[in-house]
């Protein structure tokens, strides 16, 4: 069965320091990969993805997310946290095979960036 | 502004009612996916359409039912609402297998 993990209800980082927010997933085929960050009362927004290639990816607001397939992870990373990086991020997966496009979700990840 | 649109933004009804949320995709996308998410909760997956058709279905409750039409605009009817049922209600679109997801800002559902 197709499932995503994201193992941390919560991380807590201090401004300025790196930070990661893992995820992990299983799915039948190859995965596409995706991560969006959910502010307070907004819908989310797309922060990046991993279709193919090269294996470290860059998106959005200085984030980035690394591919490991022998792991099957996807963790999302930031050299240098913000105050404003402070939001429920989610990791979402979606198999290369299914023709139905269906994307699966982990739980979500609040992250909270203390000054 | 993610191209997905979303109506009402906020409803208010009482327990019992039937409300209907409308979601408009992103030109030319053909899927749309609906989702509930309750206070501090991660998204619920209810439905998926693609181009008119269901596609998959989530934890959704037979209260709730979904239809894309033609235009590919959908809908997702509330009915016989109860106080659980209050929740954001997001509707996402998308162009293709290995495309980006996009988010309307979501109906916010308050039953009282």
């Known amino acids: 069965a197709q499932s995503v993990a994201q193992p941390e209800d919560q991380v807590n980082v201090a401004e300025g320091n790196p930070l990661t927010v893992k995820c992990t997933y299983s799915v039948s085929g190859n995965p596409y990969l995706f991560w969006y960050v959910q502010y307070p009362n907004r819908g989310l927004q797309f922060l990046l993805k991993y279709i193919t290639g090269d294996n470290l990816v860059k998106g959005s607001y200085g984030f980035e997310a690394e591919f490991n397939k022998s792991q099957t992870s996807f963790h999302l990373k930031k050299p240098s946290a913000l105050v404003s990086d402070s939001a429920l991020y989610f990791c979402a997966v979606r198999d290369i095979e299914d023709s139905n496009y269906q994307l699966i979700w982990g739980a979500g990840t609040k992250l909270i960036i203390k000054p | 502004d993610s191209g997905v649109t979303q109506t009402p933004k906020h409803l208010i009804t009482a327990t019992g009612q039937r409300v209907t949320l409308r979601c408009s995709p992103r030109?030319?996308?053909?899927?749309v996916y609906w989702y509930q998410q309750s206070l501090d909760q991660g998204l619920q997956f209810l439905i998926q359409?693609?181009?008119?058709?269901?596609?998959a279905k989530g934890n959704i409750l037979e209260r709730f039912s979904a239809q894309q039409f033609p235009d590919l605009h959908s809908e997702l009817n509330l009915s016989s609402l109860e106080l659980g049922d209050s929740a954001l209600y997001f509707c996402?679109?998308?162009?293709?297998?290995?495309?980006?997801?996009?988010f309307g800002q979501g109906t916010r559902l308050t039953v009282v």
């Open positions: 359409y693609y181009n008119g058709e269901e596609r």
């Open positions: 030109s030319g996308d053909l899927s």
């Open positions: 996402a679109s998308s162009s293709g297998s290995n495309t980006e997801a996009f």
